[in-house]
């Protein structure tokens, strides 16, 4: 070789061999990963022997493009957490302090303390809490983690201009719909900067992270609930906020209710437990229940154990819990207040019911208890039309049920077929996992009835509504015995009717209170309902009324089955429409529809049954609905 190659082959070699002057080798998506999921494990579960630092940075979260929530974090291994939120101008903190969390509502002066060594319900107060809070760990292995993330999606590592940062994409396919989890890095320590999920193009859940970084560790006192003099602490089972941590997420991230497709006509056993079986019908589940209180409650409780374990948690540690920063009021101190005023104005039968169901799905009693006793304060509409007002002179009663949609009832709904054992009538009612009582239900004498709430709230000297409204189904032949039950019987809170009579083809709205107790007859105007219409009662509220009033009147003469379902459409119902359903008590038939998703109930497929022929031995039943109806 000449000079000149040896030269030439010695440059090549000096810039190959040198770091400072040879290009970085491209960086693997999945060794970005890992690293990253790493470095966050570090920060939740320092090693072993690092001194204690508090993690400190301020969260801004937009939640489908809607109005940001910001939140200061901090956090020091292994069992300190503070977070201080704002809320639409409102301040909300709260926080753990090793084997206690706390909650903090300065604007309503309310503050909880949950710790163990309490009792969880006043209704067992020898029963002390025993939670015992695990330290915080990083719940996988950052690799195991970033290989099944890489099992499962397209792990992508975005470009960047800008060296100070890695931006790491995670794609997968979702219901036919590309999904995506975009993180925005701080190359120099892997902290997040920005965290996104995106779905078919629109952002979900949007995160950034203002200047993550450690402190020198905080002081202890810096941790502990620090509510002023003015405030008093409740002291509550440290249990109960637990619950509420893990049932929350599910509350927000889970709330998926598939539409149904055409009406089929298929029927299929899908499980039996004794004398009582689950149904699906046309994609509908049915629950028929029969025999004593102890042996129905163990039926449902056994058929429906998922989904009443879930209606459970949403209404008492979602919903329930959650409500308690909202109105300043701990929600298990007012609801078990209410229930020790009810319980003694309820039938035995359905208590026994009730703790049947609880055992069969492996919860407390009072959890049973409670769920059932949930405030039923509903904003709802019905109506009945028949005679000169309908095509053919059918009875129709229509009920829209406007309640709290997207707390999970929507997910767990049930036609549910009663057949109780002692004499009492068989009857069908429209409901949801792991309820004794009912607000929409027709009996086998043809008596339908619907409610609409009212004021009242704290008057709960009575029998609670939906049991009243049980023994209506169970006892009345006729609408003179559901209105004597109602009328004679202890009452609470406000609550609105409307009752149908198949047999006699009539009907009545009731408005009752604790104190009074008033009819209207159809075609009878009232000052909160004034216009009367002659073979129809009609029952709603302020716009929602007049709307309900004008389609009747509009149809009048020519209301059948699909027009009078369409009086029920927006805006009768409202945004949280979750059930309705249209009776015919003559003929015993029932359309029911439940909101999806993405639809209000009376948007919905309405699935029709009759209940005669759901009533009929096993095997001789039709599997077929009525078409043309």
Known sequence: MTLRQWKLVGLFL???????????????????????????????????????????????????????????????????????????????????DGQTLWAHVPHKQFALL????????????????????????????PGGLALALALKTRVILEPSTDQDLKRLKLVWDEGGKRSEVRLTLRAADLLPLRAAYVKDGRSEVDV????????????????????????????????????????????????????????????????????????????????????????????????????ILHTMNRILYGVGVGSSFDRGKWFFG?????????????????????????????????????????PELFHCSGFCVFGKATQDGRMYHGRVLDYMRGIGLEQNAVV???????????????????????????????????EMGGMGYGKWDGTPMAQLLREVMEKADTIEEALEILRSSPRTCEYYYVIADGNKKTAVGVAATPETF????????????????????LLSAGDRYEELVRRVKTNYGKLDVAGSRDLMTRPVCMTSNIHSVLFAPETLDLWVANADSKNVASDTRYTHYNLRDLLKAEGTASASPVRGQ
Not at 67 to 87: E, G, S
Not at 422 to 443: C, D, E, L, P
């Open 14 to 96: 000096f810039f190959v061999s040198t770091p400072a002057l040879r290009a970085a080798p491209a960086e693997k998506p999945m060794e970005v990963l890992t690293a990253t999921l790493a470095r966050w494990a570090d920060v939740i579960s320092p090693a072993p022997g690092e001194p204690a630092k508090t993690f400190v940075t301020r969260a801004t979260v937009s939640m489908g493009g809607g109005r940001p929530y910001t939140a200061d974090l901090a956090f020091q291994a292994p069992d300190r957490l503070r977070v201080v939120a704002d809320v639409k101008g409102k301040s909300y903190s709260a926080g753990r």
């Open 114 to 141: 949950g710790k163990s060594g309490v009792p969880r319900f006043q209704t067992h107060r020898d029963e002390l809490d025993d939670t015992q809070l695990p330290p915080f760990r990083s719940p996988v292995e």
């Open 208 to 307: 950034e992270f203002e200047n993550p970084r450690f402190e020198e560790a905080w002081p202890a006192e810096k941790w502990s609930l620090d509510a002023g003099s003015d405030v008093q602490v409740q002291t509550v089972a440290l249990a109960h906020l637990v619950r509420f941590l893990k049932v929350a997420p599910d509350g927000l991230f889970n709330n998926h209710v598939p539409t149904l497709g055409p009406a089929t006509g298929r029927r299929e056993i899908v499980a039996r437990e004794g004398r009582g079986r689950l149904e699906k019908i046309d994609g509908t589940r049915v629950l028929f229940l029969k025999g004593s209180p102890s042996e129905m409650g163990r039926q449902h409780g056994t058929l429906l154990k998922k989904e």
């Open 334 to 374: 007012e609801i078990e207040h209410a229930q020790a005023r009810v319980e003694k104005f309820t039938d035995p039968r359905y208590l026994e019911e009730m703790d049947a169901i609880a055992s069969a799905v492996g919860a407390h009693k009072q959890e049973g208890r409670l769920a059932n006793f949930f």
């Open 416 to 450: 549910i077929v009663h057949q109780p054992d002692g004499g009492r009538h068989a009857w069908v009612n429209v409901s949801y996992a792991g309820f004794v009582g009912t607000v929409t239900a027709m009996n086998e004498k043809g008596i339908s009835i619907g």
């Open 518 to 537: 008033e009819t209207v007859a159809p075609g009878q105007s009232h000052p909160r309902l004034p216009h009367g219409v002659e073979d129809a009662v």
